[in-house]
């Protein structure tokens, strides 16, 4: 049994993957990472400095006659890249044509009728690109992956605003002032209790609409 501190852009999908096993969920669910799981209770967001301890592997004996032949069955949980494009009134993006494109492969599709894209990626994947076409005009998106941070956590929250088009970076205003109005804003397009600080209706309201 060892520790590992997590790292910016690592998820528990992707630790698992580098530790050998085939589903996070052994990782997650052992006893010894219950301070993680009340700290973390979304497994596929972690923040950096997060201690996850990972257990060893226990073997597994099965019996069998010689000359036989056997099926065994790998329970592994897949990896999803999962995107939702809108436009600026929060309508989906649908029917558009895109491609995405990591380590040398491109995979083509057509955004859903709520404008999601949903593809699965190696859990070890550090990002995807994502090109989109409409009106006949490409749009190129790099999109980082694992690197999500909680939503309690104030760059998490940031960076949820900033996805959802609410978070604008300006030139010498203070990122505390910046996120102050993005929350203002998203409160108010929300119907949500305006009050410009985070608060459990504004984690709440986040997490579903930005799946995450």
């Known amino acids: 049994m060892q520790t590992h501190t ?10 698992a993957d580098r530790y050998g096993f085939t589903h996070p969920r052994v990782i997650y669910d052992d006893p010894a990472n219950e ?7 979304d497994p596929n967001v972690l923040l950096a400095g997060d201690e996850v301890v990972i257990p060893d592997k226990k073997v597994r004996v099965v019996s069998g006659a010689t000359g036989q032949r056997y099926h065994f069955v790998v329970d592994r949980q ?13 309508t989906p993006r649908a029917g558009l044509p895109y491609r995405i494109e990591y380590q040398g492969q491109v995979f083509p599709g057509t955004s859903g009728a709520d404008g999601s894209i949903v593809h699965e990626v190696p859990p070890w994947l550090p990002y995807a690109m994502v090109y989109v076409t ?7 998106y790099r999109v980082a992956l694992g690197y999500l941070d909680p939503v ?37 397009a929300n119907e949500l209790p ?3 600080r985070a608060d459990t209706a504004l984690h709440g309201k986040l997490l579903t609409e930005h799946c995450s």
Do not use: F, K, M
């Open 78 to 90: 897949t990896t999803w890249l999962r995107l939702r494009l809108l436009n600026p009134d929060g």
């Open 134 to 140: 409409e009106h006949g005009r490409e749009q190129q």
């Open 35 to 41: 301070a993680l799981r009340r700290a973390r209770p």
């Open 152 to 188: 309690d956590d104030e760059n998490g929250l940031r960076q949820r605003l900033r996805n959802l088009g609410y978070y604008v970076d300006v030139p010498g205003v203070p990122e505390s002032i910046l996120l102050q109005y993005a929350i203002h804003a998203y409160q108010c």
């Open 194 to 196: 305006v009050t410009g």
């Open 6 to 15: 997590v790292l910016p852009g690592e998820c528990l999908g992707s630790i």
